[in-house]
């Protein structure tokens, strides 16, 4: 039997990905996929749909989600499989986390206003109902406006931080993220920690901290991920008895990314599912990835 076709980051509607997430699901069965985790931003009200849906298919599901940490202005993504999506400390801080992304994004686009022909109501037009709003919202509206030509144009213009309007937004530091998983039973996982031209998002003191608390993996296999940085990550990995994972980070059509670019190894997988004590894996009718 072939390797399992797994791919463990992706995002929906819910956050900032173009698809439902239903339509995601069905997508990565179609790509082949025997293990998805969707991944959406510092949120799980995806999880319902993706689930119902993925039961009805030859394929298994991670239900996650993807945390916005940040170290002074540097964001660190933290990966969360398999939490209790009913925590209450998981619920209180994503909450926060989301509302200060609106804050953010309102004052992102009051100062863009100032320059460009943009408005809050734009943005808003651009995002589902209650989804953990981003600049690829901002983004879109941008497109939408005719002042950009597509979203990775947005980040490399208007939206880069040279650009001025750039801000961060509330967020805990990632020891606190990574501790905050666990407490709710999840599996942390640090997303493309190596996608900075700056070097590694956090040097190896901070990385024995969270090694401390708990962090399970490091995603290596990503294409933001520069060559020299997953030479260092896989070497940490090595040394802090950490797992990798490889992910297509798919946002639908909002990026170029597409689902199953990059693969997790199975024992990854399983070693997830071992330790996650939060929620179970969902195994779809006639999935070849069973737990
Ligand atoms: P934010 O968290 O609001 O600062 O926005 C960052 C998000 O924008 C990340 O989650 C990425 O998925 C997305 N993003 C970053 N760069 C690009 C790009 N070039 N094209 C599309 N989406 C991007
Ligand atoms: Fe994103
Ligand atoms: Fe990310
Ligand atoms: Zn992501």
């Given at each position: ?28 069965s ?7 985790a ?12 993706a689930i ?19 170290i002074?202005?540097r964001s ?52 589902s ?10 983004a ?26 750039y ?20 599996v ?38 520069l ?65």
């Amino acid at each position: 039997m072939p390797d399992p076709f797994i791919d463990l980051h992706t995002h929906s509607s819910v956050s900032d990905g173009t698809e439902r997430p239903a339509d995601l699901v069905r997508a990565a069965s179609s790509a082949g996929l025997d293990a998805l985790a969707l991944t959406d931003h510092d949120t799980t009200a995806g999880w319902d749909e993706a689930i119902a849906t993925a039961r009805t298919l030859p394929m298994t599901l991670l239900p996650g989600l993807e945390l916005s940490t940040r170290i002074g202005y540097r964001s660190v993504h933290v990966l969360g499989y398999l939490v209790d999506p009913t925590h209450p400390g998981l619920v209180a801080e994503t909450q926060r986390i989301r509302e200060g992304r609106v804050d953010r994004a309102m004052r992102m686009v009051e100062r863009i206003a100032r320059d460009h022909p943009v408005s809050w109501q734009d943005v808003i037009a651009q995002a589902s109902p209650g989804a953990t709003i981003g600049r690829p919202h901002i983004a879109d509206a941008l497109v939408a406006a005719g002042l950009e030509a597509d979203r990775s144009a947005a980040f490399r213009g208007i939206l880069h931080p040279a650009a001025g309007y750039y801000e961060p937004h509330e967020a805990p530091s990632p020891l606190a993220g990574v501790e905050l998983i666990r407490a709710a039973g999840g599996v942390p996982v640090i997303a493309h920690p190596a996608a900075s031209t700056r070097g590694i998002v956090l040097d190896e003191r901070a990385l024995e901290d969270l090694v401390e608390a708990g962090l399970g993996g490091l995603e290596v296999d990503h294409r933001e991920n520069l060559t020299h940085g997953k030479r260092v990550l896989l070497d940490w990995a090595d040394r802090y008895g950490l797992f990798v994972t490889g992910s297509s980070d798919y946002h639908g059509t909002g990026k170029p990314n597409r689902l199953g670019e990059h693969r997790t190894a199975e024992r990854a997988f399983r070693t997830i599912v071992a330790s996650a004590t939060g929620s179970e894996p969902v195994v779809g009718d006639g999935s070849r990835l069973t737990v």
